[in-house]
């Protein structure tokens, strides 16, 4: 029987998570299908509300209920499907970058956070999540030279340092799920440590 797994993979924004996607989506694409996807986003309707996310102005609230609108959407139309039918699910980012950004960086409440969590995503969790750590400094290095920011992206320091403590307390409080990757290390180095968590799990 396939064994279907939903892995999410997070981190601030130029933590370098992308590159890892692929190369973790070519070793596990030998054991079984594979798909991969991406948040906000995944649906039509889900890839216009993230238009708006990362361009459009809007308040705290109005940010996080569209990421929740996003979220709902993607499993009821992908994700879901996709489990059920024993396809392993790698998601570039998930309900705990709204607790680390939303969360940690707007000062959202975490309890009303966690409502949500509840309503939207009826229990499911993600079975590992990569935890793409890096200091904000160097990840602002990393974007600087790679593209143009987005609404995220233009912050400062101190919001991705936030963003980052919201992350380090989503690790604290599910270390079973959460692994922690040091993605300030040269990307060979980074592929080993995901080979070496893989392993781990026997996966
Ligand atoms: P990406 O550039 O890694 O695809 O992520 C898009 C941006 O959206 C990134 O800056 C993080 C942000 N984001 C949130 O603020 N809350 C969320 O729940 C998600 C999934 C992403």
């Not at 409440?109 to 999540?129: F, I, K, N």
Request: aromatic share 6%; glycine share 8%.
């Amino acid at each position: 029987m396939t064994v279907s797994r939903f892995i999410t993979f997070e981190g601030i924004d130029g933590a370098g998570k992308s590159t890892h996607i692929e190369s973790l989506k070519a070793r596990l694409a030998a054991q079984g299908p594979v798909l991969s996807t991406r948040e906000p986003g995944g649906t039509p309707l889900a890839e216009q509300l993230r238009e708006m996310v990362l361009h459009s102005g809007m308040g705290p609230l109005t940010e996080l209920l569209l990421v929740f609108a996003a979220r709902r959407d993607h499993l009821d139309k992908v994700i879901e499907p996709a489990l059920a039918a024993g396809t392993t699910v790698l998601c570039d980012r998930f309900t705990d970058a709204t607790f680390a950004y939303q969360g940690g960086g707007r000062g959202m409440d975490l309890a009303q956070l966690a409502t949500l969590e509840q309503w939207v995503q009826q229990g499911r969790q993600p079975d590992l999540t990569l935890w793409f750590d890096l200091p904000a400094e160097i990840a602002a290095q990393r974007r600087a030279a790679a593209r143009a920011a987005d609404r995220f992206e233009q912050l400062d320091l101190e919001f991705f340092e936030r963003v980052r403590a919201g992350y380090q307390a989503r690790a604290n409080a599910a270390p079973q799920r959460i692994a922690r990757i040091d993605a300030s290390r040269p990307v060979v180095e980074v592929a080993a440590q995901i080979v070496a968590v893989m392993e781990q799990r026997g996966w």
